[in-house]
Every structure is written in structure tokens, then in C-alpha cells.
């Protein structure tokens, strides 16, 4: 393998792997539960060439699509890349063409006006396709069964925005999904278009706005009755791409917004209301209502958690010194004015995931990840630069918490949820655990924990034959969806 550089984002847990590789019937340590048959998707950034700039980020890295199968207490897995437009062109030139982090002013010319994105955020699923998702360019379908790359995705041509969302959100009980895509009519443009696909995966609305300026708007949230936009200063300027400079700088001085309109209403009905300067997050638990109280609950941060994107605007702090945590924000949209109310309800921490079946619905019990104070210096690697080691069970309705920390030496990923059969049981969570074996060194694990009872750990083990490159996110789908989806052969169609 060529030289990366030697940085935070090519080594520890970020060093590249950059192999396809499949495996059948992995040895289980205890007992898979018969709850579990499906489907846990991950999106995997890893290089496939070294960087055209020694600077490079983590959050560049090629698209993969990896796949733990689970059926009869059985399980395999297998990764593939994404083969994105950005991918095969690199791939015929054996070398990086593409320049710094969503800045094409960059590129090889070669690659002049080509298609950037590397859509290695989320896993998403909905009405029987796979998409692959980074918030700078449209989705990428993937056929569930074999991992192929079908091609990008836009409707059939119905999209008109440039951009998708990495974190759609899908109604329980609508199937709709709702999803945005900022920048949505190009680079360092304040469009945003908020859009419905329904349960069937038709396009039925698109609706552009104005956010108050060019901000990384990450996630987003909808209840039952409103779609909820937050905004954070970090900020995009065209000029400073045309120097030469980062995509993004936080801007600590400038002030957050959040946007709320009603979930099939007009965009000419958003309501923002102004929230407290410098304040950074990038992940949502959930957003429900309670009568006229619209409920939001977000990872909070002082700061911007990325160091790439803060020291880019002159804010220079230590990883450990950024201060935040899981954070309630309530509006009451009977009242006029632009304020709202702000609680802490949990530590610090990233990464949330609750039931599918709660999504923009009051909950009883969310998860998410933080680092343990006591669990020794946290594993360098991910996309900030230090891994998680602790992973958090809360009850929001009456503040109960529980953890499962790490031993030193270990991280954590972000989990997938897996609902029971039983109802009296929370469910499941699946999870990738590394383990530090030497100086430079690392193995991997698929970790089965009771979704109720996190302390007891694992109720099951998959030690992995390779090392597995950090992942952003996950998605879990069940056989019965994977099942219908290759009866009815929606993901052969060949996208738009």
C-alpha cells in the first residue's frame, strides 16, 4: 500500500484498509437471539490512493458499504466500495484526482465539474432500495444483496436539488421519508430543499428556502406535526474555496438559528427562532410534540467538534476541553418572538439512536455514545480524531441512565438498533467494537447487547478475521423487508 500521511486521519482506528473482502459463517461467541434476522449495513470511509494533499481529512475517504448478514443464528459479512462517479475515475487513473475536503477549486482538471461526492456517510433504507448518502452530492443506490453500486439516484429525474441529506428521516407509520439537502442549487448557495418521498419511494414534494446563511446542516428532525431545521455557524464562503482554502469554518461568534414549519405545510410558514452564539451539533435524538411544545433533543457543543472545522475559524481548543451534552430544546409555537428553552437531560456524548418505531414521537429510552473519564486515554482515529469508549442507555421521562463502558484500550461505534418480538424487551443493539492489540495494531468484534440490560455487555461476540475501519453510520434492515424488497425487484431498476 502507498504512503498516506502521518496524521490523525491515516492512522490508529483511521488507517486505510482499502480492501474488498467477504466471509462466510464467522465464529459466534455465546448465542445470536433468534430476534435477530437481517440486515446491519455500515458506512465505512477508507482512501482507496493517497490524497492529493497531506492534509487531508478522514471524512474524504472512499465510500464503502459494508454488511453483517444474520439468519438461523448465522452470520457473514462483506464490504464493497461505493462506486461512485469520483470512484471509477480515480480507480482508471491509479491515482487521486480529486483535491481537498468539497472544494473543487482543487481537483485535477481532469476531473473538472465531475461529480465529487464519495457517499460514505449513512446507510439508508426505504421502500425496498439501498442508498448510500453524503450530504454533498445525491444518493448512491446499492443493490442490498450483492453490495453492487446501481448508479446515483434522483427520482427518475423528479430532484431537482443537487444534494441529499445523510440523515433522512422515515415516518413508522406513514413509510414517508422526509429529507433536505443543503446547497441544494450549488457550492456555497443558501438553498435548501425540504422534500417527501412516500412510503411507495415517489417523490411527492420539494420545496426550496433560504437558511440565514451557508451552514453544515448535518441532520434535521420532524415530529408528527413539524419539521425542525437547526442551524450552527459553521460556515461555507466561495471565495475562500477559490483561494484555495476549507470547505467549512466555525464562527463563534455568530448565531444559531432553528427553523420550524409545519411537516406537509409551506416553507413561507417557517418560524425561526434565534439560538445562543457559537454552539455546535451535529446529531439528533428525536424531536416529538407536547401540545403546543415542539421538543428537540440534540448532542450539544460550545463548540464545533471537529477540529478541522473549528481551527479553520480561529478557534484553537484541546478535544478534551469542549464542553456540551445531550441537551433538550423546547418551542412553543403559541407565542410569539424568536426564544426558546434550553435543559441538559444527559451527558456528553454523540451518535444518538433510538427505535425506529419512535421516530418523531415522544420516547421511553434513547442510546448514544460518550467518553469514559475513567476508561484511560480514548483510541486516536473517526472523524474527530478520538474514538468514543462508553456507550449510554437514557430515559428521557425520568432521567434514568445507564452505561456500558470499555475496557482501556477499546472504542466504540455507533450502534444499530434491532427491535424483539417480545414486547417487553427493549430489543437489541448491534455493535462494532475495536481493541488495541499492539503499538500500531488493532482487532474488531460485532458486539449483540441487550438493548435493556446494556451493563451486563455483550450477550453475544463475532470476532472479525480483519480489522475494521471506523464507520460513520448504520442502518438495520430486517429479512422480511430485504426479503420483499427482492420479490418485488425494486432495487433492479436501473436509477435515473
Not at 472545522?309 to 476541553?321: I, L, S
Not at 464507520?471 to 435515473?496: I, Y
Request: net charge negative; proline share 8%; with cysteine.
Amino acid at each position: 500500500m502507498p504512503q498516506f500521511p502521518d496524521t490523525i486521519h491515516f492512522t490508529g482506528l483511521n488507517t486505510p484498509i482499502g480492501i474488498e473482502w467477504s466471509a462466510r459463517n464467522l465464529d459466534v461467541i455465546g448465542e445470536i437471539p433468534a430476534d435477530i434476522d437481517g440486515a446491519f449495513f455500515r458506512a465505512v470511509p477508507d482512501p482507496a490512493h493517497t490524497p492529493l494533499f497531506a492534509d487531508d481529512i478522514a471524512l474524504s475517504g472512499d465510500g464503502m458499504i459494508g454488511k453483517f448478514t444474520i439468519k438461523d443464528g448465522k452470520i457473514d459479512y462483506a464490504i464493497r466500495y461505493v462506486e461512485t462517479a469520483r470512484y471509477k475515475a480515480e480507480r482508471e487513473a491509479r491515482r487521486a484526482l480529486f483535491g481537498q475536503y468539497r472544494n473543487p477549486f482543487t481537483d485535477d482538471p481532469a476531473v473538472a465539474g465531475m461529480d465529487r461526492t464519495v457517499a460514505n456517510t449513512t446507510p439508508v433504507w426505504h421502500a425496498g432500495r439501498l442508498f448510500m448518502t453524503k450530504e454533498d452530492g445525491l444518493a448512491y443506490e446499492i443493490d442490498p444483496e450483492t453490495l453492487e453500486t446501481l448508479g446515483r439516484w434522483d427520482y427518475h429525474g423528479a430532484l431537482k436539488s443537487e444534494t441529499f441529506t445523510a440523515h433522512p428521516r422515515i415516518d413508522p407509520e406513514t413509510g414517508e421519508m422526509f429529507f433536505f439537502g443543503y446547497e441544494a442549487g450549488g457550492l456555497c448557495t443558501t438553498d435548501v430543499a425540504y422534500c417527501i418521498a412516500d412510503r411507495d419511494g415517489n417523490l411527492v414534494s420539494e420545496q426550496w428556502f433560504q437558511q440565514p446563511y451557508c451552514s453544515t446542516i448535518h441532520d434535521f428532525a420532524v415530529t408528527k406535526r413539524h419539521a425542525v431545521f437547526p442551524i450552527f455557524p459553521t460556515t461555507a464562503d466561495l471565495d475562500r474555496l477559490k483561494a484555495g482554502g476549507p470547505h467549512w469554518a466555525h464562527q463563534q461568534e455568530l448565531e444559531s438559528w432553528v427553523g420550524i414549519m409545519p411537516r406537509y405545510g409551506k416553507v413561507s410558514e417557517m418560524r425561526w427562532f434565534k439560538g445562543p452564539k457559537g454552539v455546535s451539533a451535529f446529531h439528533f435524538m428525536n424531536a416529538f410534540d407536547d401540545g403546543d411544545l415542539v421538543h428537540l433533543d440534540i448532542c450539544l457543543t460550545d463548540t464545533n467538534a471537529f477540529g478541522f472545522m473549528r481551527e479553520a475559524g480561529g478557534v484553537h481548543r484541546a478535544q478534551h476541553e469542549i464542553q456540551g451534552g445531550l441537551t433538550r430544546w423546547s418551542f412553543d409555537m403559541s407565542k410569539p418572538g424568536d426564544d426558546f428553552e434550553s435543559r441538559p437531560i444527559g451527558p456528553p456524548g454523540d451518535m444518538p439512536r433510538l427505535r425506529d418505531a419512535d421516530q418523531g414521537r415522544p420516547y421511553r429510552s434513547g442510546w448514544y455514545l460518550t467518553i469514559n473519564p475513567q476508561g484511560g486515554p480514548p483510541l486516536p482515529g473517526g472523524p474527530v480524531g478520538v474514538a468514543f469508549n462508553m456507550l449510554l442507555q437514557i430515559e428521557p421521562g425520568n432521567g434514568r441512565i445507564d452505561a456500558m463502558p470499555l475496557d482501556p484500550g477499546m472504542a466504540i461505534n455507533e450502534p444499530v438498533h434491532v427491535p424483539s418480538t417480545d414486547p417487553d424487551k427493549e430489543g437489541w443493539l448491534l455493535i462494532v467494537i475495536d481493541r488495541q492489540t499492539d503499538a500500531s495494531g488493532f482487532a474488531s468484534e460485532l458486539w449483540i447487547v441487550d438493548a435493556g440490560a446494556i451493563a451486563k455487555g455483550p450477550v453475544a461476540r463475532i470476532p472479525m478475521p480483519l480489522p475494521m475501519r471506523a464507520q460513520v453510520h448504520g442502518a438495520w434492515v430486517s429479512g422480511s423487508q430485504l426479503a420483499a424488497a427482492k420479490s418485488a425487484g425494486a432495487h433492479q431498476a436501473t436509477p435515473a
